[in-house]
Structure formats: structure tokens, C-alpha cells
């Protein structure tokens, strides 16, 4: 087996979209790390564009932290067919969605990208608004598939 879990998943037998808890992280004290796959797009058949994946990540990040002081990161996958969501000592898997699902419904909302600009952002030119918000819409139109991961 490889060290990082995602090596060890078959990617093509999952079914996105779906929210899949990675792995759990304990810390020397108690503390918990939940490491959610946010799977958006079916592995290696579609992927999101990077300006709209960009802004989803800033619309995520932002917007989760008014619901959560557990969010540590959310952030996107390299091959750009997700995210990860990596929560502090929040251990129900029903909060966790609750938490993505009231985040991206701020989304779809939102009339602007937090902090594309380039004294906070490293590519303050590679964003989309709208591409974010039809990613975040496709992803709350499926919310009853999220906790089937498997086809
Ligand atoms: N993914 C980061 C934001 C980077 S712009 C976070 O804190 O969630």
C-alpha cells in the first residue's frame, strides 16, 4: 500500500459527485482531523477548468468559515476533479455535508470572488464567478447522490 490514501483508491470505480471521508488524523491530545474527498467531476472522463476551480476554492474557503471555525482547508485536487475539505474535531459525516451543502448554497449567491486580487491571490487573473457558481449549482442539484461513492 501507498502512503497517501488516495493512492490506495480505485478511481475508477467511484461515481461522482460524492463525499467520501478520506481518512481521520488523530493529534497528540485528542484532536481529530477529518480529510473529506469532495469529488466533483467522474475521474479521468471530466475536470474543472482551472479558473472556475480557483474561484470555488476562495468561494469555499471564505463562505465555509461563516458556518465553521472547524474548517482547516478546503482545496482543490491536482487533477482537478475535486477538493479536499480537512475539518478539526467535527467527526459526524452528516455535519460535514451539512457543511458543504450550506456553503455552496452561499455560493451560488455570491456576487463577487473573495480575494482575487494579486495582493491576496498567486493568479488573481485565473478566476470565474460564474463558473464556480455552475459547478457549486451542478454539485447542490445532486446533493441526494453525495453519500454514493461507489457505482
Ligand atoms: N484553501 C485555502 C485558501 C487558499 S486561497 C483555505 O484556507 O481553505
Redesign the pocket.
Known amino acids: 500500500r501507498m502512503n497517501v490514501e488516495s493512492f490506495n483508491l480505485d478511481h475508477t470505480k467511484v461515481k461522482a459527485p460524492y463525499v467520501r471521508l478520506a481518512c481521520v488524523t488523530d493529534g497528540d491530545h485528542g484532536d481529530k482531523i477529518y480529510k473529506y474527498d469532495l469529488r466533483v467531476c467522474q475521474p479521468n472522463q471530466d475536470h474543472m477548468e482551472m479558473p472556475a476551480l480557483h474561484s470555488l476554492?476562495?468561494l469555499m474557503?471564505e463562505l465555509s468559515r461563516n458556518h465553521s471555525d472547524k474548517v482547516i482547508?478546503?482545496?482543490p485536487m491536482g487533477c482537478q476533479t475535486g477538493f479536499y475539505v480537512a475539518l478539526l474535531n467535527l467527526p459526524e459525516y452528516n455535519d460535514a455535508l451539512d457543511l458543504i451543502e450550506k456553503t455552496l448554497k452561499d455560493v451560488v449567491v455570491a456576487t463577487e470572488v473573495p480575494a482575487c486580487n494579486e495582493v491576496q491571490c498567486g493568479w488573481a487573473a485565473s478566476h470565474s464567478l460564474e463558473g464556480a457558481q455552475k459547478i457549486a449549482q451542478y454539485l447542490l442539484d445532486k446533493r441526494s447522490e453525495w453519500t454514493e461513492i461507489f457505482a
Do not use: G, W
Open positions: 476554492e476562495h474557503a482547508d478546503i482545496s
